[in-house]
């Protein structure tokens, strides 16, 4: 029996060994980051800041300079943008950083917004998440209101729209209180805000949010798969289009997760427990599906600012900073699969940002 054991002991060993050290092209390691260079890591090229400061009072593009405390951004197919501020006003701009459009109206009723969050560009429409009247409101490229779609089932924390225009949103039910009535995952809506359907399963999740603050990212991914993210956990689930789920993961380990926890820990020890701060704040696809989690710190001299994984979940690879852009970003975007916008709060940036691969 001890033999036995021992052989066991040593084929687990070998096992492990093998799982640690696999190829370094970054397409066999699994569905966390691994600590070695992957063939498919990317840096950035060149960026271009629009919120430059040009001498110690004035902006490269003044229109920008009360847009700092942005909450969320688009880019459009024109390369025009738009931002969404803490105080819930949406402004668009030209390539150039000229403000062309602007849409504020305060308030409760139709039309009106109250606290704004997230903003996403979908079906040439922009829509804006107004948690404060738990709503979507829906406004044309040139700012103009078009309608709100108002949900009464639960409260808005993330949305999506796919593509027949339905609005996907999350349900989360802590553990203790999932019962087979209250059990779906995500409550699916049509434009005048009529509940249609309901699909995946809060217990799939359950195991990992107990305790946690609910923080969701929420993506339809080019298969038509969905993503539903944490900010807090950093935890991904891949479901399919049915709710089915189809895999598990997580930006977790990597040097960049050991700083982040003994940031945490020293951050709880300061403030005597009760902080959480976020390890992921945006995710955005490429047109082939790969996946984008901004999470950063160094990594072999380097700064990271975003995990990459392959359409199905598995880490794939880096998307490498440079000097003007050495955290991870606040809001990040991409325009196309060589180019992304990023917001860096810390560095009060707003850049365009060309990349490739790294080697």
């Known amino acids: 029996m001890k033999i036995r054991l021992t052989i066991f002991q040593i084929a687990i060993l070998f096992a492990t060994l093998i799982i640690r050290c696999r190829p370094e092209s970054g397409h066999e390691l699994g569905t966390v980051p691994g600590n070695h260079w992957s063939a498919q890591d990317v840096v950035i090229k060149s960026t271009t800041n629009y919120l430059q400061m040009v001498d110690t ?73 107004d948690i404060g009247n738990n709503k979507l409101l829906v406004l044309d490229l040139s700012c103009q209101w078009l309608y709100d779609i108002v949900l009464n089932d639960l409260q808005i924390l993330s949305f999506e729209v796919d593509e027949q225009g339905d609005i996907l949103v999350p349900h989360l039910i802590p553990k203790t209180f999932i019962n087979p009535e209250n059990a779906a995952l995500f409550f699916r809506y049509d434009k005048s805000g009529k509940l249609i359907g309901k699909i995946a399963d809060n217990r799939d999740i359950s195991e990992d949010l107990e305790d946690m603050p609910y923080q969701p990212l929420l993506l339809i991914t080019p298969e038509r798969n969905i993503l539903l993210g944490f900010k807090v956990l950093g935890v991904f689930y891949l479901f399919d289009n049915q709710g089915s789920l189809l895999q598990k993961f997580s930006i977790c380990d990597g040097a960049e997760y050991k700083q982040s926890m003994k940031r945490l820990e020293y951050e709880r020890r300061l403030h005597k427990g009760g902080v959480w701060f976020h390890l992921v704040e945006n995710i955005d696809v490429d047109s082939k599906g790969n996946i984008y989690a901004t999470f950063g710190g160094k990594f072999k001299g380097k700064r990271t600012l975003a995990m990459i994984y392959q359409p199905s979940g598995q880490f794939s690879a880096r998307f490498f900073g440079n000097h003007e852009i050495p955290f991870a970003p606040t809001c990040f975007q991409l325009e196309n699969d060589s180019t992304a916008w990023i917001f860096s709060r810390e560095k009060e940036l707003f850049a365009r940002c060309v990349f490739a691969k790294r080697m």
């Open 57 to 129: 009072y004035n902006y490269r593009h003044p229109d920008l300079a009360e847009y700092t405390n942005m909450r969320s951004f688009v880019v459009d197919d024109s390369g025009h943008f738009f931002i969404l501020d803490r105080y819930s006003q949406v402004a668009k701009f030209n390539g150039q950083g000229e403000q062309i459009a602007a849409f504020q109206h305060n308030g409760q009723g139709p039309g009106e917004i109250q606290d704004a969050h997230l903003m996403k560009l979908r079906h040439q429409q922009i829509y804006i998440m």
